[in-house]
């Protein structure tokens, strides 16, 4: 199977229409006619991503990110970005991004995350195009409940604001930097959401959260689109395409 033919099955998943007005998801670059030997996912491309695609004979790597999202002036040895693209272009891997796209899609981050929570989605409160998914929590969790168990859903540690008593019927997700829209905040508050599930909560929304009762649950922005990858891999596999993931982690230290 071409490159080609890969990336418009992903486009078909998550429609580059779909992406945010900033965004630059899409080939970043690469060789789209040559025959695919093997596909590495991750959520960001670096140096050593584009090494290891090469080592294990992948010539195909699918982002979330997108490496080309700044404006770049120039290319030049030394520099990150432009490493990256020329050790691609040197290894003859191709680099394609599926980002803000594939996180408002049907099926994309926001669903899967909401899924593996718990949380049954509701498209008449947030469908395609949206930035989060809404619905309801059975089982009258607790908030600290429905936090430890998003620990263990994701495999790591959590930061939460509200109660821990606080019983939790209808929950918000909202992936990657989502903290960060107060818009969103306003809208699963006046929807009746008990608690939102996000990354890099602004400090002033969080103020407003413990104020008026809203329960958050802060992920790194790593942690909350690491499962991109599964999307993806369970996209391709079922296509005959075989997909590894990245030896890649958060950023952050334990």
Do not use: W
């Amino acid at each position: 199977m071409k490159i080609n033919e890969i990336l418009q099955i992903v486009e078909s998943y998550a429609p580059s229409a779909l992406q945010a007005e900033y965004d630059n998801s899409g080939l970043q670059i690469g060789f789209p006619e040559d025959e695919a030997r093997g596909v590495l996912l991750c959520v960001d491309v670096t140096p050593q991503v584009i090494e290891e695609a090469a080592l294990k004979g992948a010539n195909l790597v699918i982002s979330h990110h997108p490496v080309l999202f700044n404006a770049v002036k120039s290319i030049r040895a030394g520099e990150f970005t432009s490493d990256i693209l020329l050790k691609a272009a040197a290894a003859r891997v191709s680099v394609y991004s599926a980002h803000t796209n594939l996180d408002c899609a049907l099926g994309g981050l926001n669903d899967y995350l909401a899924g593996a929570l718990g949380v049954d989605v509701d498209i008449e409160l947030a469908g395609e195009g949206e930035f989060y998914r809404m619905g309801t929590v059975h089982g009258g969790m607790t908030f600290a409940q429905f936090a430890a168990n998003t620990e263990r859903v994701i495999g790591a540690r959590v930061r939460t604001i509200g109660s821990g008593e606080k019983i939790i019927a209808m929950a918000a997700v909202s992936t990657g930097a989502g903290g960060g829209d107060r818009e969103m905040f306003e809208k699963v508050r006046a929807a009746g959401a008990d608690v939102v599930v996000t990354a890099e909560v602004r400090h002033d929304v969080a103020i407003k959260c413990a104020a008026s009762g809203l329960c958050v649950i802060e992920l790194t922005h790593y942690d909350s689109e690491k499962c991109a990858r599964n999307i993806l891999a369970g996209l391709l596999e079922a296509r005959g395409v075989d997909c590894i993931f990245a030896s890649e982690s958060s950023p952050y230290n334990e």
